[in-house]
């Protein structure tokens, strides 16, 4: 049988980085199996629905490369893939059930439903749920009846389908993570399958479609882990054990500081993206994404694969078929995974490093646009392979090519106080007349003039090498000065180095 796995959020807010591995390791399973993934939107709850949110979650996907094989944008003979689409089958399932004798109308009204809750709470017990006891005490087809239940439903009563939950049984699961799992009936309520707008719940639509999309593996995260128990109910009330997917739940991603789940909060807090993409809340509040912030795509690809999973090996850097051809869920560990920025940083770094200027040239190029700078391209590209190695995330080359650009900002003063001496200002203005007569600027060309200049004259290489990228660029540190200051032009380059030495004689 060939492995079918699906990724299924609910539009409720964007995708955030634990949905993106979630999306992820169900991509790279599918991969490693030669099977298919699958993403459905499990839009029923119209209550949290996030206008965009779908679209985002779509564009993430495919901005991180994880394109579906069947989807609401691909199809496929599964489909449709959102379950707002879909709602017409599970009605069907849930009176199915009821005929069988696994699920139940329930007529209360909500205030009976909290008149329940208060008289039980009044009573001193904590958690009061709908279950083997509370069911007879209240107003379903189980407690009143065949007759008074066809009546109620002949005069429109609003009514909900529940799960009837056998009472003290232990049933359980084998979680290819965590081994297995089991739970006593009697700590288990009878959920709600179909609500009284109609809609089915998230746990009844879950089933239903995963059961008829032919789900192989169910790969969630670990805040699922309580729900599978009823999930299993449900395939057993169906009669569907058999087919029952594998169910792995992933762990949690933790904050910085290893203590809690990481949350959107934390990411305005310490100043990281936790969404792929940019977002803007509802709420009005805004939310950098990843790609925003300078990050590529398969570097966070990578650094996500890490978070949670590991190889069995020291190797790090995998790009994704590479991941997909070692994944395996044995190897996923069943405790937290702790976000750290600074890794992700450094996936990022290592990924720039060996990737196409070019390539680089064109991710930076609107984000110059918009600060009112145009360039050539290949000029652009240029500078991208000269500061590739110098940055983290591609944005970087804004604050650190901007005296290329336009004017120098600030200069470092303190570098100047302590590498500056009056003796070298001549030499810097020779040097510019020497520059300025040059016909060839190319790196190479400016080494051969500058380097026997410094040593015939007894200066400090390091000294003037540094004094040079400050008089161009305000800094001392920065790539080879050579290509520095093939990529500023002569024009600028002998203009800066007169200024800069003139004011410092
Ligand atoms: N709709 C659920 C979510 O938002 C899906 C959980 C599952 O994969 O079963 O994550």
Not at 83 to 105: P, T, V
Not at 145 to 150: A, C, L, P
Not at 425 to 441: K, R
């Amino acid at each position: 049988m060939s492995v079918r796995v699906r990724f299924a959020p609910s539009p409720t807010g964007p995708l955030h980085i634990g949905g993106a591995r979630t999306a992820l390791f169900n991509y790279l399973f599918a991969k490693k199996h030669g099977g298919t993934f699958i993403l459905r939107i499990e839009d029923t709850d119209q209550v949290r629905y996030v206008h965009g949110a779908e679209e985002y979650i779509q564009d993430s996907l495919e901005w991180l490369g994880l394109i579906p094989d069947e989807g609401p944008r691909k199809g496929g003979k599964y489909g449709p893939y959102r379950q707002s689409d879909r709602k017409k089958i599970y009605h069907k399932y849930a009176l199915e059930l009821i005929e069988s004798g696994k699920a139940y109308y329930a007529f209360d009204t909500p205030e009976e439903l909290e008149g329940m809750r208060a008289e039980h709470e009044a009573a001193g017990e904590t958690a009061t749920k709908y279950d083997a006891h509370i069911r007879m005490l209240m107003r379903n087809s189980v407690s009143i009846g065949e007759e008074r239940t066809k009546e109620l439903l002949s005069k429109d009563t609003p009514y909900t389908i529940r799960l009837k939950v056998p009472h003290d049984q232990v049933i359980g699961f084998e979680d290819i993570i965590r081994g297995q799992v089991n739970f006593n009936t009697s700590e288990l309520d009878d959920k709600v399958l179909i609500k009284a707008d109609g809609m089915p719940t998230y746990h009844l639509a879950n089933v239903v479609d995963d059961h008829l999309m032919e789900i192989t593996h169910v790969i969630r995260g670990e805040e699922w882990l309580s729900s599978t128990a009823h999930h299993v109910l449900l395939y057993m009330a169906f009669g569907w054990t058999e087919m029952m997917p594998k169910f792995s739940h992933l762990p949690l991603i933790l904050k910085p500081s290893g203590q809690g789940k990481l949350s959107k909060r934390d990411g305005s807090q310490f100043g990281f993206p936790v969404f792929p993409l940019d977002w803007q809340d509802p709420s009005g509040e805004f939310f950098q994404g990843f790609r925003e912030f300078g990050f590529l795509p398969e570097a966070l690809v990578n650094f996500l694969a890490l978070l949670g999973w590991n190889p069995g090996t020291e190797q790090e850097i995998f790009n994704v078929d590479g991941l997909a051809q070692v994944f395996s869920l044995e190897h996923v560990s069943k405790s937290g995974a702790r976000f750290d920025f600074d890794k992700a940083l450094w996936f990022n770094q290592q990924y720039i490093l060996t990737t196409d200027p070019e390539r680089i040239a064109t991710l930076i190029s609107p984000m110059l646009n918009e600060t009112g700078v145009h360039v050539d391209h290949g000029y652009l590209t240029k500078v991208c392979s000269v500061y590739r190695e110098r940055i983290k995330v591609v944005h970087d080359l804004i604050k650190t090519t901007a005296y290329l650009f336009g004017d120098i900002g600030e200069y470092d003063t303190e570098a100047i106080h302590k590498m500056w001496s009056p003796e070298l200002a001549g030499h810097f203005q020779t040097l510019a007349q020497s520059l300025s007569a040059e016909e060839s600027f190319t790196a190479d060309r400016l080494r051969e003039i500058i380097t026997p200049y410094v040593k015939s004259n007894g200066l400090k290489m390091g000294n003037v090498l540094q004094m040079l990228r400050t008089a161009i660029s305000g800094s001392p540190s920065g790539p080879d000065v050579y290509q520095m200051l093939e990529l500023l032009g002569k024009e600028k380059v002998v203009e800066r180095i007169g200024e800069f030495s003139s004011r410092r004689e």
